[in-house]
């Protein structure tokens, strides 16, 4: 059973409704100026925050990171560095309070390091000098040591040659997006004492570490590992122990045949709690995971939230350690519940029409919290007596700009599902039919939620209405929603979609005839899908998709997912034809469509956009392609971001005014 308790939200609702009588609407180019804020660190005195801060330098079109420092219960913001060319990220406190730590490539050919800045005053040092990519951190209880997360180094340390070696590949897995072709290049664990300066090495083999986490006595780390024969074929990642010196035992805490991940020592170290999935098979895309208590050890391994039926994220412990924290994406919504270990209950903390994004427990009962609606970007709030309370003014810039209204909607499907979703209409009224986009979701586990969406606001704020809709495959509705497009791509999603199309327009809101598509990676999928299942859509865009499945067996990074959900090709022949049907069926396509894509992309390669493109070319449906040189599946470069918002309001009101 879940208890709830209510509270007062103050400076979320009230800074957030939609508002009247603003200067001007949101537009592409006003993306430039929001401030993105991430990875918040509470001090050991509860009484700070520290985070980093992403703006965007036009000149150089790109995005710097800098780090700041925020009073909890105060009002005094102070920006700790101020880098011009490289960012500073992943800054962490010293458990004693006396340092702050963070990552950057300044001043380093081998990029990021480990730098200090002492509280008490004076610039910030460089710690470390270490060949390979640094992924993470975390400092040992009494403050003396580091443990680290280091990829082996490129040519074994040694410079590169002036000309590139052949790519030898003989792995399962053997590309990546963003890290391109993989090599046996393993991540693993060292320790760093800060006085000596002395670098050891803790795990070794062809195994990948991650998700570190310190024994409150500084005996022992916890980490996450997958020690099969070829972790490459399957998700086994288990929670193991290792002594925190040189040639430490290690323990294999957990044996489910999913995955585990994410251990957390309880501030006592009786305590390991941690995220399992909910399948123990070897690998599922459609899975959520659910929170887990064991004993140090790893005996008496006890299921917390599996009653839920709704993924957790994100778990903490109170620093008493009787309660632990944790998020649940949940119809649209992201909050907090906490369980409590004496009782045994789940209570639900805050709750609201926006997400929770992260959270911090610093004090029993107080969380710091990262938190957006859908007419505010991230900011920090405090949660403290069942008050909410903004910390952080990044966005107050949007002050004078007007947003889109959003609400949820429900939809039934032809098959009876009843499917969630979010509408976005500059008339709040709703008082006459509008042009509409449904613009879908990628993942397709993910979930369309009460946040800032600035595609979705920026095409609404064009004099569109704009759907929102979590087809069945979306994660917040329960594992089986979430299961139900298991090797069944473009079936029921299609229905889902369709059904809230139809919902729109009987409501006299969407104009049946001015109606647009599109969507990014899995939502690009869906809108090739649906344009060859219907043929009522006007203009689509498609982004970073594929249509012809079998082509990309090999191609991308999903081979893992393809073997065991579908099978290889060569088994399962009519299976990969069947779910190629937008492009085996491409003459039913009418629509025209612009396509787009990274030319970096590894996750959804190009050559998914070339082909449709290519076949609605041959038959003069109108179609462009656009391609973003050095981009990988997400487009970082801040003029290409402003550039495809753009592309997509050109194209629509091309085809859809």
Same mark, same amino acid.
């Given at each position: 059973m879940k208890k709830y308790i209510l509270i007062c939200v103050i400076g979320i609702?009230?800074?957030?409704?939609?508002?009247?009588?603003?200067?001007?609407l949101f537009k592409p180019a006003d993306l430039l100026k929001i401030k993105t804020l991430s990875e918040p660190q509470v001090s050991p005195d509860d009484k700070w925050v520290i985070y980093n801060l992403a703006e965007v330098d036009s000149a150089a079109d790109k995005r710097v990171t800098n780090l700041w420092m925020q009073s909890i219960k105060g009002d005094e913001s102070i920006q700790l560095t101020h880098e011009k060319e490289e960012s500073a990220t992943s800054a962490k406190w010293s458990p004693d309070g006396k340092f702050i730590s963070f990552l950057s490539s300044r001043d380093s050919k081998n990029g990021d390091q480990i730098w200090l800045l002492d509280r008490r005053g004076g610039e910030a040092r460089k710690l470390t000098d270490i060949k390979g990519d640094l992924s993470g951190y975390e400092w040992s209880p009494d403050s003396k040591k580091i443990a680290l997360l280091i990829q082996d180094p490129e040519n074994k340390g040694k410079e590169a040659p002036k000309v590139p070696l052949p790519i030898k590949i003989d792995r399962y897995h053997f590309k990546q997006d963003k890290e391109g072709y993989l090599q046996h290049l393993h991540t693993h664990i060292y320790l760093f004492d800060i006085a000596t300066q002395k670098l050891d090495t803790?795990?070794?083999?062809?195994?990948?570490?991650?998700?570190i986490n310190w024994s409150p006595d500084g005996s022992h780390i916890a980490f996450v590992s997958n020690h099969t024969a070829d972790p490459d074929r399957n998700d086994n990642f288990d929670i193991f122990t290792i002594e925190a010196k040189p040639n430490g035992e290690i323990h294999q805490l957990t044996t489910w045949k999913g995955h585990d991940?994410?251990?957390?020592?309880?501030?006592?170290?009786?305590?390991?709690?941690? $995220?399992?999935?909910t399948s123990d098979v070897d690998y599922i895309m459609y899975d959520q995971d659910i $929170?887990? $208590?064991?004993?140090a050890d790893g005996k008496n391994n006890v299921s917390i939230t599996q009653q839920l039926d709704r993924p957790v994220v994100s778990a903490n412990w109170s620093k008493d350690g009787k309660s632990i924290s944790f998020l649940v994406p949940d119809d649209r919504k992201q909050y907090l519940d906490s369980y409590n270990l004496v009782t045994k209950k789940i209570t639900t903390l805050n709750t609201g029409n926006y997400g929770i994004l992260n959270n911090l427990a610093y004090l029993n009962d107080s969380w710091v919290l990262e938190i957006s609606s859908p007419y505010r970007p991230i900011e920090l709030y405090s949660l403290e007596k069942n008050i909410i309370k903004k910390i952080t003014h990044l966005q107050d810039w949007l002050k004078d700009i007007q947003f889109a209204h959003v609400e949820g909607f429900k939809s039934k499907s032809k098959d009876g599902t009843d499917v969630s979703g979010l509408l976005y209409t500059t008339d709040s009224t709703k008082s006459k039919k509008l042009p509409f986009i449904l613009y879908i979701h990628g993942g397709p586990v993910d979930q369309d939620d009460y946040t800032f969406d600035d595609i979705r606001q920026t095409l609404a704020c064009a004099g569109y209405a704009v759907a929102a809709v979590n087809y069945r495959g979306s994660n917040g509705r329960g594992i089986d929603y979430c299961k139900a497009i298991n090797a069944d791509w473009g079936n029921k999603e299609v229905i889902d979609l369709l059904g809230a199309v139809d919902e729109l327009v009987k409501q006299g809101i969407a104009d049946p005839e001015h109606l647009g598509i599109g969507g990014w990676s899995y939502g690009s999928i869906l809108t090739d899908y649906t344009i060859?299942?219907?043929?009522? *859509?006007k203009a689509a865009a498609a982004g970073a998709g594929s249509a012809l499945q079998s082509s990309m067996y090999g191609a991308d990074q999903y081979v893992l997912q393809y073997d065991n959900e579908i099978g290889p090709?060569?088994?399962?022949?009519?299976?990969?034809?069947?779910?190629?049907?937008? *492009?085996?069926?491409?003459?039913?396509?009418k629509t025209p469509v612009l396509f787009m894509s990274g030319l970096k992309d590894f996750n959804v390669p190009t050559v998914g956009s070339e082909q449709m493109y290519m076949a609605l070319k041959s038959q003069n449906i109108p179609t462009e392609l656009i391609?973003?040189?050095n981009q990988y599946h997400g487009i970082n470069i801040p003029s290409y971001q402003v550039d495809r918002l753009q592309r997509y309001i050109d194209w629509y009101n091309k085809?859809?005014?």
């Open positions: 609702v009230c800074n957030g409704l939609y508002a009247q009588n603003k200067t001007r803790l795990t070794k083999g062809n195994t990948d570490e991650n998700s991940n994410n251990p957390k020592y309880s501030p006592d170290g009786k305590h390991i709690a941690y $995220l399992r999935s $929170l887990c $208590l064991m004993d060859a299942s219907d043929t009522r *859509f090709p060569w088994k399962a022949q009519d299976k990969w034809i069947s779910l190629s049907y937008p *492009f085996y069926h491409a003459d039913k396509i391609l973003y040189p085809y859809l005014k």
